[in-house]
């Protein structure tokens, strides 16, 4: 099993709809969450860390169920520019620094 | 904030040349970089760990006598791919943390480089 799974996609979605995605992670230590987003041949990005409370950004929300050990992010009102790669990220166990990605979930917001 | 940068950001490179990759942090010292990996439609992968005048720590399957990592200053680790082969051909991106511990969120990286190996 991967340490971090997600569903691929691609989603294609219209402008304005709100699309969640959804990620699970095997490691139940691990401590630090994270959505990253990736263009196109370019480095990831941070997006926002995830929080048990869940937490919010403008148009995007993360949640994070520790029990089931399951993160996701939701986009609202989405935009063009939305159109990425979108990485579901956790540390390693025993590492505050060294980083798990998921193969990532990939988004084309179409006008 | 705080910059990484990369260099070269594309090369091509004949089979069995070495290629060298800069990882420079601009604004901060970074006792520690990490090399990730990652090849189309897959997820980064972590190769090495570098620690600043320190040996590094290389993943499971990664080989350290192929994938030279030197950390010899504060701002500056390099990975030399040696004797190079096709399947070598990847995206290869460093990261660098401003603090020597806690928030990982705190990793920056670099443009990455894409290595092209004919």
């Known amino acids: 099993r991967k340490e971090v799974e997600q569903d691929p996609g691609p989603f294609n979605v219209p402008e304005g709809a709100t699309v969640a995605f959804n990620c699970t992670y095997s490691n139940s230590a691990s401590q630090s969450f994270f959505w990253y987003r990736q263009d196109c041949r370019k480095e990831p990005k941070l997006l926002m860390s995830v929080y048990s409370s869940g937490n919010e950004d403008g148009r995007f929300t993360a949640q994070l169920n520790r029990a089931s050990q399951y993160i996701s992010l939701l986009i609202r009102d989405s935009k063009l520019s939305d159109s990425a790669t979108y990485l579901c990220?956790?540390?390693?166990?025993?590492?505050?620094?060294?980083?798990?990605f998921g193969s990532g979930t990939q988004l084309t917001v179409l006008p | 904030g705080a910059v990484v940068s990369q260099h070269p950001s594309r090369v091509i490179c004949k089979s069995g040349t070495s290629v060298k990759i800069e990882c420079r942090s601009l604004?901060?010292?970074?006792?520690?970089m990490f090399w990730y990996r990652q090849f189309p439609k897959q997820s980064l992968m972590l190769m090495a760990t570098?620690?600043?005048?320190?040996?590094?720590?290389?993943e499971q399957g990664v080989e350290k006598d192929k994938f030279l990592i030197n950390h010899a200053s504060l701002t500056l680790s390099t990975l030399t791919v040696t004797s190079a082969h096709p399947e070598d051909s990847s995206f290869y991106i460093c990261s660098a943390s401003r603090t020597s511990g806690g928030f990982a969120g705190e990793l920056f990286f670099g443009e990455g480089s894409r290595l092209t190996v004919l």
């Open positions: 604004d901060f010292q970074a006792t520690t």
């Open positions: 990220v956790v540390n390693r166990r025993g590492s505050a620094r060294q980083l798990t």
């Open positions: 570098s620690n600043e005048g320190s040996k590094a720590t290389y």
